[in-house]
Structure formats: C-alpha cells, structure tokens
C-alpha cells in the first residue's frame, strides 16, 4: 500500500513570495490534516478535510495560508505571502475517517523564507 | 487549554530499558498517542491507548496511563541503536475528530 506523498520535499523562498504544497493521501482515506512542525516543537494542526469539506481550519493563518481538496482526494497548502516564522515542515497525515485511530503522516515538506 | 509537555532529552545505553513520560492537560481526551520521528522522516504510529485503559503492551513497547495524575509513559525494553529517534506524545481530543494535540518531544539517544 502505497503511504501519503507530499512534494516538493524541500523548497526555499524569500519572503513575501508565495508556495504552494501538494499531498496525496493513502487511497480510499477520506479524512485528510495538514500540520506544521516549527524546528523543535511538534506538529500543530492547520486543517482538517473530510472528503472536500473543512472539518476544522481554526488554527489556520487565513491571511496567508488557504488549503484546498477540490475533488476529496489531493490536497493543497499555499502561503501568500510567506513570512520567516513560516519556516517549517509542512506534514500532510490521512486517516480512513475521521473516527479512525490512526493517521499515517508523509514525509513532509521543509520550507525554508529567507 | 490543550497542552501536552515531554521531557526534551533522554539518553540511555543499549540494552537497557527506556522509559519517556509525558503530562497532558486535557482530561476528556478520548486516545493517547506515542508517535516516532526519524531525521528526515515523518511521523511513525507506534502504539496508542484508549483512556479507559491503564496498561497496553505490544512487544518491546509498554504504555502506562494514569488518567487521575494525567500522565502517560512509553517504556521501551531492551533498548537498541535503531531507537534513536524523537518520540512524541499526542492526545486525541474528544469531539475533535482524529485531529491530534502533540508534545514537543523527546530526543531519545541511544548509546553504546
């Protein structure tokens, strides 16, 4: 079974420029979370999709950040424009449903403004 | 509030057990989770406990939860190389569907 792909795997911007991200979650998952990994902390949810709905964007800088899963499967993150405190790893996770107990993450994606 | 603390460090030497604690906040938490971080890699499930549990045990990994202290330990037997590596605790909250609340984590190295 194929896990969670995320791309780039690296990327390096300036700041006040835009990036977007891409992951595509295990087949048949419909429950798709973005976090951020801030170099020394763990994980923080950005966004929750179930299908192509948000489920839970609370935590998402919505001046900067927007997410998207337009047909319930691949998912993308952007940030526009980007700040140097959005330096960071960026890990997609899915998970069956989202009453399933298990998430299986990505590799992620490490952003780097500069 | 929604915080999960770890201890950042913890060192051992092979062969020897290693046991990493965490402290949560959010007593309605429905699953508690312990996650494996590898330099360069996301994030591996390696076991969980649901909180009416006191004890769960999978091979060389035992989880201890003491719901009354909110206090959750990962203890590894026979501690080898190949579990170097940042192990993170996580609380799954109540109503909030599989969304996670992580620590920060605990480096573990292990040592010769």
């Known amino acids: 079974e194929a896990g969670v792909a995320q791309s780039p795997r690296y990327k390096i911007i300036e700041k006040r420029q835009s990036v977007a991200f891409w992951c595509n979650p295990i087949s048949g998952h419909a429950t798709l979370y973005w976090y951020q990994q801030i170099l020394g902390q763990g994980p923080k949810l950005l966004i929750q999709f179930q299908n192509n709905g948000v489920v839970d964007d609370s935590q998402l800088p919505k001046d900067r950040f927007s997410a998207e899963r337009l047909k319930g499967v691949d998912s993308t993150l952007k940030i526009q424009p980007a700040k140097l405190e959005d330096s960071a790893v960026y890990l997609c996770a899915s998970s069956f449903n989202f009453l399933n107990t298990e998430a299986f993450f990505g590799q992620g994606t490490r952003l780097t403004v500069v | ?112």
Not at chain 2, 38 to 58: C, H, R, V, W
Not at chain 2, 74 to 88: E, N, V
């Open chain 2, 1 to 112: 509030g929604e915080d999960v603390e770890q201890s950042l460090f913890l060192s051992v030497r092979e062969g020897d057990s290693s046991v990493i604690n965490c402290t949560y906040t959010d007593s309605s938490s429905t699953y508690l989770y312990w996650y494996k971080q590898e330099p360069g890699a996301g994030l591996q499930l390696l076991t969980y406990i649901f909180s009416n549990m006191d004890m769960k045990q999978d091979q060389r990994l035992t989880v201890l939860l003491n719901k009354k202290d909110k206090h959750l330990s990962l203890r590894i037997a026979d501690t080898q190389t190949g579990d170097s590596a940042i192990y993170f605790c996580a609380q799954g909250l109540t109503g909030g569907g599989n969304k996670l609340t992580f620590g920060t984590g605990t480096q573990l190295k292990v040592e010769l």
